[in-house]
């Protein structure tokens, strides 16, 4: 199957870098200090700023230096980071103008966990310090099309998470879901085990041509 696009809008976590470790353990640690339950945290937080989950999990602890706090604390941890299978090459053969990497993340934690994992810092990087609010608003999504003059109807979103995933519908975007996180995703065009089984056949001015396969 081949698909025609202007630009490919990735997310970060779980998309690109598999940063499971890191979160899971700074989560923990924040969980265990304050006796709320993790499965209910990991369960709301994939693909939110940290600030908004904080919110839903405990409110009276939803300050900004809290979430600064953790945030702090995953930036300064890069042990178990990794690029998911596949992004490295899908990455290399991407002309710079045509993909831009937008995340809930702040942007010195998203910079340094790029890095961390050896994934290139792309020149558009939207971070949660460029919009508000963070997904499944469809604000992060619609910045990155506009800063790459690309369509955002013929941009590709490619998620791991359901607030993403919702993201990219509200822009308007095409939507490709990964199963990295969640063995089950709703409400994507297309759904791919990871970035391993999409190949660029074709970059031109006039966009990209990519061949999705399982």
């Known amino acids: 199957?081949?698909?025609?696009?202007?630009?490919?809008?990735?997310?970060?976590?779980?998309?690109?870098?598999?940063?499971?470790?890191?979160?899971?353990?700074?989560?923990?640690?924040?969980?265990?200090?304050?006796?709320?339950?993790?499965?209910?945290?990991?369960?709301?937080?994939?693909?939110?700023?940290?600030?908004?989950?904080?919110?839903?999990?405990?409110?009276?602890?939803?300050?900004?230096?809290?979430?600064?706090?953790?945030?702090?604390?995953?930036?300064?941890?890069?042990?178990?980071?990794?690029?998911?299978?596949?992004?490295?090459?899908l990455l290399a053969s991407l002309p710079p103008d045509r993909w831009a990497v937008v995340t809930s993340a702040g942007r010195a934690l998203a910079t340094r966990r790029l890095r961390g994992a050896s994934v290139p810092v792309p020149d558009v990087l939207v971070t949660s310090d460029d919009v508000s609010p963070g997904k499944p608003n469809p604000k992060g999504y619609l910045e990155a099309a506009r800063r790459l003059g690309a369509a955002i109807r013929r941009s590709i979103v490619i998620e791991d998470a359901p607030v993403g995933i919702e993201a990219g519908r509200a822009a308007g975007a095409i939507v490709i879901g990964v199963t990295t996180t969640f063995p089950s995703l709703s409400d994507c065009d297309y759904v791919i085990a990871d970035l391993g089984a999409l190949r660029v056949i074709e970059s031109s001015a006039a966009g990209l041509r990519l061949e999705i396969g399982a």
């Open 1 to 89: 199957m081949t698909l025609d696009c202007d630009a490919l809008l990735f997310d970060m976590d779980g998309t690109l870098v598999d940063s499971t470790e890191v979160v899971e353990r700074h989560w923990g640690m924040w969980a265990a200090r304050h006796g709320i339950d993790l499965a209910e945290v990991l369960r709301v937080s994939h693909g939110r700023p940290t600030l908004e989950t904080l919110r839903l999990v405990a409110p009276h602890l939803a300050t900004i230096d809290e979430a600064a706090a953790l945030d702090a604390g995953e930036a300064g941890d890069s042990e178990g980071l990794r690029p998911v299978r596949g992004a490295a090459e």
